[in-house]
């Protein structure tokens, strides 16, 4: 019954969600894209003729966002947008999507190929993992996941290129700001009004990798 009464008024905080009604009116696919739209402003990011990498791409609304910032005169993008996703995704016109398991060596291989040696400006990752309920597995299953998008940017990316990656606060959240800060020159956490409240998700921005010793 408790779970029947939760689905109910989930569902009825969705419906009236403004950011739902605005993504429905904007042709977004969630209302997700509007956590990127506020990342992107704050921290002035993403320019035309940038190469973004979408992670976790599905269902594209990151990635609807990153094309309307890239598009030029006749809807020709200027720069590139490759998207990766273990599920299908709808296709977004200019994007490149990339169907496969990000975790997965031969994954990764075919999208350092589609790259073709190109440094990256731009590593978005809306990935969560999928939770168990259970605290310490899922802390676990959480900083995986980002540790693999930040090691991922750390290979590709540009000198002063950027990393917007979701994380959860909670248990070992600390431990992922350290990881970045090793690896980055500045790290910043950005909770967007379209983050739910009562959500623990935040999103880490960082920028400018440190030169490996």
């Known amino acids: 019954m408790a779970k029947k009464k939760f689905s109910k008024n989930w569902v009825h905080q969705h419906i009236n969600d403004p950011y739902v009604k605005q993504a429905q009116q904007k042709g977004y696919r969630a209302r997700a894209a509007f956590k990127l739209t ?32 890239l598009v030029g005169p006749g809807g020709v993008i200027d720069g590139r947008i490759i998207a990766l996703d273990l599920l299908p995704m709808e296709p977004i016109a200019g994007v490149e999507f990339m169907q496969g398991d990000f975790r997965n060596d ?23 993992p999928n939770l168990s309920g259970v605290g310490a597995a899922d802390s676990a299953r ?45 790290v910043v956490e950005r909770k967007p009004k379209a983050s739910r409240d009562k959500s623990s998700e935040t999103f880490l921005v960082a920028r400018g990798l440190k030169d490996e010793a």
């Open 38 to 69: 506020e990342i992107l402003d704050t921290e002035k990011l993403l320019r035309k003729g940038d190469i973004v990498v979408d992670l976790g791409s599905a269902p594209g609304s990151w990635s609807q966002v990153a094309r309307e910032r």
């Open 106 to 128: 031969d994954v990764l291989a075919a999208l350092e190929e589609k790259l073709g040696g190109a440094k990256v400006d731009l590593v978005i990752s809306d990935m969560a």
């Open 142 to 186: 959480i900083q995986h996941v980002c540790e693999l998008a930040m090691e991922f940017a750390c290979a590709h990316l540009k000198p002063e290129g950027a990393l917007v990656v979701k994380a959860f606060h909670g248990s070992g959240f600390s431990q992922i700001v350290e990881t970045f800060k090793k690896h980055f020159k500045r």
